[in-house]
């Protein structure tokens, strides 16, 4: 079992940066693939970014590479996620995920077996 604590949402303007962080509960973290998720107002769940259990491996969507990075620190439990040059669009809640398949990237949501209970990110234009 793995509960998972999203922090560091709020209110930016464009262009802006924020930094999100996902703290795990457990003593086996590092057994985990962990991604970042995010659900716009009616829309789908969508895969942000996601990071294998060694950290060996990334992913990121189109929309959001080269300006988001995904980082873990095995050793604190935690999982971050960097925001940098956002925009409206990337106004959405954001959720943290875990999958114990550690050493595989999952982009679809109900792949993954454990959820945060998401942060608000909202970005002005």
């Known amino acids: 079992q793995v509960k998972l604590v999203e922090s560091g949402g709020g209110l930016v303007q464009a262009g802006g940066s924020l930094s999100l962080s996902c703290a795990a509960s457990?003593?086996?973290?590092?057994?985990?693939?962990m991604a970042w998720f995010r659900q716009a107002p009616g829309k789908e769940r969508v895969i942000v970014a996601a990071?294998?259990?060694?950290?060996?491996?990334?992913f990121y969507s189109d929309s959001v590479k080269g300006r988001f990075t995904i980082s873990r620190d095995n050793a604190k439990n935690t999982l971050s996620l960097q925001m940098n040059s956002l925009k409206p669009e990337d106004t959405a809640v954001y959720y943290c995920?875990?999958?114990?398949?550690?050493?595989?990237?999952?982009?679809?949501?109900?792949?993954?077996?454990?959820w945060g209970q998401g942060t608000q990110v909202t970005v002005s234009s």
């Open positions: 457990g003593r086996t973290f590092s057994t985990y693939s």
């Open positions: 990071m294998t259990g060694s950290g060996s491996r990334t």
């Open positions: 995920a875990a999958d114990s398949t550690g050493w595989k990237i999952r982009v679809i949501y109900s792949e993954y077996e454990y």
